[in-house]
């Protein structure tokens, strides 16, 4: 795969095992994470980087290393895949991954064939994200039927950006289209939601 992939986790046992893994996956190079600015500069030379976590790396370097990803000047890094594996994701790291805009949370079995498969998913096809002051990733949240973006500019009825890009592995990220949105105040939103409630009641 004509990709790079960053390891986020320990120099040991999960990290060495994610290397492997990402090795027999076919990426082109494989580099444990040090800085944001190598992640940077690596997109000019291998334009898709994924940035490959594992889940006993710590909620506090997950949470940070996330953060720089999706806030990076370089699109080619903000847009980029962030995946987590874990054997067995409890609530919080869950809540963690969907809050920092993880494209996705890998669970056992770990096998090349099956990750290859999920990684490959994520390349060559449009794609949609959600920008807001404290929030950038894919849509996680859904009231009457309608995508939102989860972050507190739902409850606040502020703007925020959709982005429908493609990532492509001999150019990077192709922007589609970009649109500013405003979300529905709050006391709309809990009128969609009492509607979409009751008819969940009857149907039931």
Do not use: H
Not at 160 to 186: A, H, M
Request: proline share 6%; hydrophobic share 35%.
């Amino acid at each position: 795969m004509r990709a790079t992939a960053f390891i986020i986790g320990p120099r040991d046992g999960s990290g060495t095992g994610l290397m492997d893994l990402c090795l027999g996956i076919g990426f082109e190079s494989v580099r444990r994470f040090s800085q944001i600015e190598e992640a940077e500069q690596q997109v000019a030379k291998t334009p898709v980087c994924f940035f490959v976590f594992t889940a006993d790396v710590g909620t506090e370097k997950l949470g940070s290393v996330s953060k720089a990803i999706r806030f990076s000047r370089n699109r080619q890094v903000r847009y980029a895949p962030m995946v987590c594996f874990a054997e067995s994701p409890g609530k919080q790291l869950v809540a963690l991954c969907i809050q920092a805009g993880f494209d996705d949370i890998l669970i056992p079995p770990f096998s090349v064939k099956r990750v290859g498969e999920r990684l490959k998913a994520m390349l060559e096809q449009p794609m949609t994200f959600y920008e807001t002051p404290d929030y950038i990733g894919p849509d996680r949240r859904k009231r009457a039927g309608r995508k939102t973006p989860p972050s507190s500019a739902l409850e606040k009825g502020n703007e925020y950006r959709q982005i429908d890009f493609v990532r492509k592995t001999g150019e990077g990220i192709s922007i589609l289209r970009e649109d500013f949105r405003r979300t529905p105040s709050l006391r709309a939103a809990e009128r969609d939601g009492s509607a979409f409630f009751s008819r969940a009641a009857a149907s039931a």
